[in-house]
């Protein structure tokens, strides 16, 4: 029998405390022990234009409802060797070991370093936005020491700095950077960063988090080794899986490791008994059978566009949507020959208020939009046009809303002229 819960329901909750708003919304949501919310959940239809999740194509969304098959069925064995081809394509690799991780991107990050890692190692890693800072993290944890090349916030990590640091560590093992710092919206040059790796004989650990699907990348062509990406951002995907690929030299890295990976989740030694290629899987963990189904379709749709064309595709709706936003008197944050597609940061004019103008866009008009992080927190919002995301109608539907809502806030914009310079932008590509 359910009982009602002592602190719930009996409990006064203090006012104007910490304490109530961590109180609050749990009384709420019980009504005589029974959690409120324990009845079938309907999100609201929302547009998803901030730093991911993105939009899901309703194509992925209708996978994922298909019925769910034991794990090592046969038939599911066939897609997941299928998913394997797919992502070899995305990644643009003949990398053996290419696969999902069952896990978050965070958790692709975590698996190159602590697969690649050992306590004692030294590894370049360069910091230009929140998630170079997450590297350095996770390469400390494994005991390694990080020497960080630090750039400042929307501007790419320096090739100088990290030919110079290669050149004062010559015990560095690895590098490691972000090629699409979703933090900032700003890109590297991967490929002169993979390029100087080689050149010191190090391995390339590479965040594509944000990239893959959206900007070109070509893991094999640049020689990377340790490459990590997620589902939810120009996958037109769901959250929650982690496409990672390794190269030879890589494997070969973690097949003469001496002591054990310290995560057992993560030993990429295990999970390639369950995704290798031969037809013998050896049960590691229970695949998110939905997941992949919703995964593979996304892969299926990129290979049916073309990685060129998807490219094509975002850096077509970006500059439609930059000129839109320049026409209502609004700045870029990133110098242009840096700036990601899929991601714009845009600085928030004098005067208007951030959370207030992105919640207006929430509750009016059912848009998300990012809000800047670190140093771009209050100035900054950050707009998304990922996959599915990266859609005429939503460039022409995020400039309207804003526009209305830019208004609101007192800041005066005609009426129009971001629409007229997006479909300019347009019409000259045609
Ligand atoms: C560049 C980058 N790296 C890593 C991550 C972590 O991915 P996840 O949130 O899926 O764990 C993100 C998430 O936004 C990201 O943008």
Redesign the pocket.
Known sequence: MLTQHPVRDKEPVPRGSAGAILRAPIRHAFINGVPKLSQSFYPPQRTLMG??PSDVSPRVLGALGRPTIGHLDPLFVELMDDIKGLLQYAFQTDNELTLPISA????G?EACFVNLLSPGDTVIVCINGV?GG?MRENVERCGAKAVVVEDAWGTPADPEKIAAALEAHPEASALAF?H????TGTRSDAERICALGREHDVLVIM?T??SLGGIELKVDAWGADAVYS?S??CLSCV?GL?PVTFSPRAVERIRSRSHKVQSWFLDMQLVMGYWGGDSKRSYHHTAPVNALYALHESLVMLRDEGLEAAIARHARNHRALVAGLEAMGLKMVVDAEWRLPQLNAVGIPEGVDDARLRARLLRDFDLEIGAGLGALAGNTWRIGLMGYASRERNVVFCLNALEAALKQEGYGVDSGSALEAAEACWSDAA
């Not at 978050?104 to 958790?107: L, T």
């Not at 699409?180 to 933090?183: D, K, P």
């Open positions: 730093p991911g978050p991107g965070s958790a990050m998630f997450r972000v699409a710092e979703t933090s965040d988090v944000t997620g939810q951002k959250p982690s």
